[in-house]
């Protein structure tokens, strides 16, 4: 039988400098997009692929992360005695199972590689995904299904992939691109982080892979890259090199980059549009802003705002 893939490792050590003072006392990934954590989309994201096993490698001052996949009796007693089993559906719903859970501890912050890497005897010797939890992705298919759904044909390494604009190209792992099929490209090689001078293209990795043991076995190997960290990008880029298996995949969907405040702030206005019980509302407030700022654009800009008035926009 063909191997499906069903371990995710998820590297969530990460400090979340860019959101203190509130990640002073909880996890980034505990920071909710409306009402739910940033982790509980990667996990629904997850599931739906056909992950079974969630492995989370953490750091110390993450235990609010632990305790949210845990059972929460009195709060759910509460609940029960109160009737409301509304919320105790929605609980209910964030439950991943006793066994299906595992948590390791990235000691030394080393880079994205060393964190997946500290996976290596969960994973052993089977393909593997790797989703980062900054990296939300609104689909109608979830991300890593149209990816696993992808892989099924090539097999080998996949990448999440998408273009984005020459002043951000420096900000991620690029893809070096041999052949370009569409939704899928066949990749010379990687290179993380480069300047734009040297961006083989404009194809730009995203926090979802699909990923071969050997990848494991090459961070061991891997020596630090840019920002003097262990790179995955650059493990991956061996297997390309030495196995002509690595995969771009153009996935179908918008990925937000909720680990700088404007990409979060945009995913919670567009998350918060599309629910029905704050659909209408928010989007009076929002058109309302929007025609606020249209008015004071305007105005900066020396022009009446009497049609801006008169039209209530
Ligand atoms: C990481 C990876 C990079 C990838 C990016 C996607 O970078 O190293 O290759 O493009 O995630 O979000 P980071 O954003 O953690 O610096």
Redesign the pocket.
């Known amino acids: 039988m063909r191997q499906k893939i069903t371990k995710a490792v998820f590297p969530v050590a990460g400090l979340g400098t860019r959101f203190l003072p509130a990640t002073k006392s909880i996890p980034k990934e505990i920071l909710p997009l409306v009402d739910r954590p940033l982790i509980q989309y990667c996990i629904d994201e997850a599931r739906a692929a056909g992950i079974k096993e969630f492995i989370f490698v953490t750091s110390r001052g993450k235990s609010a992360l632990e305790d949210y996949f845990d059972n929460a009796p009195e709060l759910e007693k509460n609940l029960r005695q109160k009737g409301k089993t509304d919320v105790l559906e929605i609980l209910r719903a964030t439950d991943v199972e006793s066994g299906g859970i595992a948590y390791i501890r990235q000691k030394k912050a080393l880079g994205?590689g060393h964190a997946v890497a500290c996976a290596h005897r969960l994973i052993a010797n089977e393909p593997f995904a790797v989703l980062?939890p900054?990296?939300v992705v609104a689909a109608d298919k979830p991300c890593l299904q149209q990816m696993v759904e992808a892989w099924e044909e090539t097999r080998g390494n996949m990448v999440g992939v998408m273009q984005v604009d020459d002043d951000q190209i420096s900000?991620?792992?690029v893809l070096d691109v041999k052949d370009d099929m569409n939704r899928l490209v066949s990749a010379r090689g990687l290179v993380?982080?480069p300047s734009l001078a040297d961006a083989p293209s404009r194809l730009?990795?995203?926090?979802r892979y699909i990923l071969t043991p050997r990848v494991l076995r090459d961070l061991r190997n891997t020596q630090p890259g840019v920002g003097g960290e262990i790179?995955?990008?650059d493990a991956i880029n061996q297997s390309a090199i030495e196995e002509d298996n690595v995969y771009g995949y153009r996935f179908e969907g918008k990925r937000y980059?909720c680990?700088s405040k404007a990409g979060f702030l945009e995913a919670t206005v567009d998350f918060a549009l599309k629910r029905p019980e704050l659909g209408d509302q928010f989007a009076r407030f929002i058109r309302l802003t929007a025609g606020r700022l249209g008015a004071d654009e305007l105005k900066s800009a020396g022009l009446k705002t009497a049609t801006l008035k008169s039209t209530g926009s």
């Open positions: 994205l980062l900054d990296d900000s991620y792992g993380e982080k730009a990795v995203i926090g790179q995955l990008t980059d680990g």
